[in-house]
């Protein structure tokens, strides 16, 4: 049988329970068991496949196509789980199936309410998960902060739950802020059990308290919060701000809370195999070199836009035992090609991630022609790809207005086009190329060794592919097309073998790479970097 487990957020906001509830899972699945982690986001959108990455982060893409949550990445990363469409519930989701329903006439005449209607909708969303994975934990977090209006139906929904489920079947986790007073040198309580009685209000008592905090928590202070909030003082778990995210995992267990929780459920304890997991938190905290990464985008001033990528830059860089240094480029401020010579000039390989629309593309494209021209370890990564496509053909093949259909409807040589399943596409929300399609490797290629294998998958989000008129010219032209669809019809990746590192790739191998393994795009770019580097 499932046992659930509910996370929720007091005090304030950012407060990294996506990492807490990644990391609990980390410890649970280190011990064996299998465990699912589900969000649930009080936001109208549907889901956050159309909400600006400047606002919003990252969108990250399951298996199953679905455009979801970027906690969604620190889960899989975390628990090494490939998850799907049920794990990520946002209010707009719920509200449009219960709507949908009641114009079909379901409800038989009812007042169509939040309680039972959406709360109900919301519960069938929980077990609708637990019956696709029948996982032995389940752990929901809750975006936002309890006391938002927002998310009012989330919380009522989880009190039903747990009252339904009965004791030993479901607890609840709330994460708080401990903030420190400089002037009186303490660290305060008081946010936190306001916070904890919020929740109460609600009708929620939460079982086990895990505090953000700078410092470490002095025992007299972790015994108040134990009495005023009524758990167990074992329950009041410390969480410090780490230089790691990979380190959370090892700092609660150091504290015994996946024994805790186990306790609390019911369920015999195992011994719990982290050995991995020390040895890389070991090469993360004693790198023996520094590798310089540019990212040359458009959403650089929000670093959680490319969440992903950064991600398994490190990865990548953990197995090398290198440290990564992000260097952001904006690429509007390589449109000046000296200026793009410049803010390259000291980067050891550069990634040209995703991204939509014209804004920044002709330095992406000055980024990629000094990569290849200097041969600097290159990735490029969908809109990466094309541009590198694009690339290639103005300055190597000589089609000198080559271009995307995305950035010029009406071009006289669209090497990148709009795919034809996408011509009569009206709506925006969920309607591209999405998720996980496999992909034939030519033998002997870059890619090929890199992978060890002939076919992958690999999950899409796009609606443009390379023209395939085009492809005669540019592999005359040297650009060896490495990896098709299995029909041979699209496009999967581009190479320049003769180049240290040079591939680009229509779908996002970001969303696949997990801290104890690296993926072999992210690998193959920092090797090739490694090399360069003393
Ligand atoms: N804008 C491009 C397309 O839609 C690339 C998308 C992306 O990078 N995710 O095909």
New binding site residues.
């Given amino acids: 049988m499932t046992k659930y487990i509910f996370i929720t957020g007091g005090v304030v906001s950012s407060l990294g329970k996506g990492i807490i509830a990644a990391s609990l899972g980390k410890l649970l699945r280190a011990r064996g068991f299998s465990v699912i982690n589900q969000k649930f986001d009080p936001y109208i959108n549907v889901d956050p496949g159309t909400m600006s990455p400047f606002q919003h982060g990252e969108v990250f893409v399951t298996d199953d196509g679905a455009e979801t949550d970027l906690d969604l990445g620190h889960y899989e990363r975390f628990t090494d789980t490939s998850l799907g469409k049920v794990n990520n519930v946002t209010s707009g989701s719920v509200y449009q199936h219960v709507i949908e329903k009641e114009r079909r006439g379901d409800y038989l005449g009812a007042t169509v309410q939040v309680i039972p209607h959406i709360t109900n909708e919301i519960k069938s969303r929980i077990v609708g998960a637990t019956k696709q994975f029948k996982p032995d934990f389940q752990l929901i977090e809750i975006g936002g902060t309890v006391g938002d209006i927002e998310s009012l139906p989330f919380v009522e929904a989880i009190r039903q739950f747990k009252t339904e489920a009965g004791i030993g079947n479901a607890i609840s986790i709330h994460c708080t802020l401990l903030p420190y007073l400089p002037t009186s040198g303490e660290l305060k309580t008081k946010p936190s059990q306001h916070s904890v009685n919020v929740l109460r209000s609600y009708g929620i008592q939460p079982e086990i308290l895990v505090c953000r905090t700078t410092k470490p928590i002095p025992k007299t202070e972790k015994e108040k919060l134990a009495l005023f909030c009524s758990v167990n003082k074992d329950a009041v778990i410390e969480c410090r701000d780490m230089k790691s995210i990979y380190e959370v995992p090892l700092a609660l267990e150091e504290q015994n809370m996946a024994k805790v929780v186990l306790t609390m459920l019911g369920v015999n304890d195992r011994r719990a195999d982290l050995k991995g997991w020390i040895s890389l938190v070991e090469n993360i905290k004693n790198p023996k070199k520094t590798i310089k990464v540019a990212i040359a985008g458009k959403y650089t001033k929000l670093s959680d836009a490319y969440i992903s990528v950064v991600e398994s830059l490190k990865h990548a860089g953990y197995a090398a035992n290198a440290a990564i240094d992000i260097k952001w480029i904006n690429s509007e401020d390589c449109v000046d090609f000296n200026r793009c010579k410049e803010l390259m000039s000291d980067v050891d390989a550069v990634v040209v991630p995703?991204?939509?629309g014209i804004r920044g593309i002709e330095g992406k494209l000055n980024v990629i022609r000094y990569a290849r021209e200097n041969n600097v370890p290159f990735l490029g990564?969908?809109?990466g790809m094309?541009c590198a496509v694009i690339e290639y053909a103005r300055h190597v093949v000589g089609i000198k207005d080559a271009n995307s259909a995305?950035f010029d409807e009406n071009a006289q040589h669209p090497v990148i086009d709009l795919m034809l399943e996408q011509k009569n596409v009206q709506a925006y929300g969920g309607t591209?190329r999405l998720g996980a399609y496999d992909c034939v490797l030519k033998k002997g290629s870059v890619v090929y060794n890199a992978y060890g294998k002939e076919k992958i998958s690999e999950r899409h989000?796009?609606?443009?592919e390379v023209n395939n008129e085009y492809i005669k010219p540019l592999t005359d032209a040297g650009l060896v097309f490495s990896g098709m669809s299995p029909d041979g019809m699209l496009a999967e990746i581009v190479e320049l073998p003769k180049l240290d590192w040079f591939v680009a790739s229509q779908f996002?191998p970001e969303f696949k790479s997990r801290p104890e393994h690296p993926h072999p795009l992210f690998k193959g770019l920092i090797n090739a970097a490694a090399k360069r580097v003393k």
């Fill in positions: 995703g991204g939509f990564l969908c809109l094309q995305e591209m989000r796009h609606r443009y996002h």
